[in-house]
């Protein structure tokens, strides 16, 4: 099955600062999410982007389709933005189009 | 419009007893999923239905994982006998071609077996 890997592991940054947060995979892809995981388990969709570049507020993302690979950016990170940063892909081309999640990032801002 | 709901949001069973989990998608998606997450890990998909039937359960442990889902609405996600490593967050998600395929994730259920 597909590959996905997830860069760096863990991240711990001063509030105000910026990061990038990377997502690599093994094969063409036909949909990639960026979600954020709260404390409380919760998954926020981030992004639907399987190619191209999106902004959100302080979020953007941009996926290389060609490359195999999305970045995520969080600039002026806030204490909020804390929890787990998950890249989840499904590359099946049909009716089966589960996803498959990298092992995530875990952000933590200080204050 | 409302997201996906899921119940119970805790459950702890001790190994060998039966417990299951139930799922109501967000109006009008016709695909339906459920994911298990270990702790420290990614969702895994178990299975995947469009309106009622099946299509993919190839992660779905059937020797004690069962999964319906009757009216191609609400899903419920049974596990009998349970393990102690059947301890984790079962998440339920849903989508829909209008909406893109993005997937919509509900809280969670976390089980404990002790």
């Known amino acids: 099955g597909i590959q996905v890997e997830q860069s760096p592991p863990d991240l711990i940054l001063q509030e105000g600062a910026n990061s990038t947060l990377r997502c690599n995979f093994s094969?063409?892809?036909?949909?990639l999410q960026w979600f954020h995981q709260n404390p409380w388990g919760q998954l926020i969709n981030l992004f639907y982007i399987p190619s191209g570049t999106k902004q959100n507020g302080r979020l953007s993302a941009t996926t290389v389709a060609t490359e195999r690979y999305s970045l995520l950016y969080i600039s002026s990170s806030q204490t909020t933005d804390s929890g787990v940063y998950f890249c989840?892909?499904?590359?099946?081309?049909?009716?089966?189009?589960?996803?498959?999640f990298g092992k995530g990032t875990h952000l933590i801002i200080q204050p | 419009e409302a997201g996906v709901a899921q119940s119970p949001r805790y459950k702890i069973i001790e190994k060998r007893q039966s417990v299951a989990f139930w799922c109501n998608p967000i109006?009008?998606?016709?695909?339906l999923y459920w994911y298990q997450q270990i702790l420290g890990q990614g969702p895994k998909l178990l299975i995947q239905?469009?309106?009622?039937?099946?299509?993919?359960d190839s992660q779905l442990p059937k020797d004690r994982f069962s999964a319906e889902r009757l009216k191609g609405v609400d899903s419920t996600l049974k596990i009998q006998p349970a393990k102690l490593e059947d301890s984790a967050v079962y998440l339920c998600a849903s989508s829909s071609r209008q909406s893109g395929n993005i997937q919509y994730f509900g809280a969670g259920t976390r089980l404990s077996v002790l």
């Open positions: 094969d063409s892809v036909n949909n």
């Open positions: 989840a892909v499904d590359h099946s081309g049909g009716g089966a189009d589960g996803l498959t």
């Open positions: 239905f469009q309106n009622n039937g099946v299509v993919d």
């Open positions: 109006s009008g998606h016709a695909t």
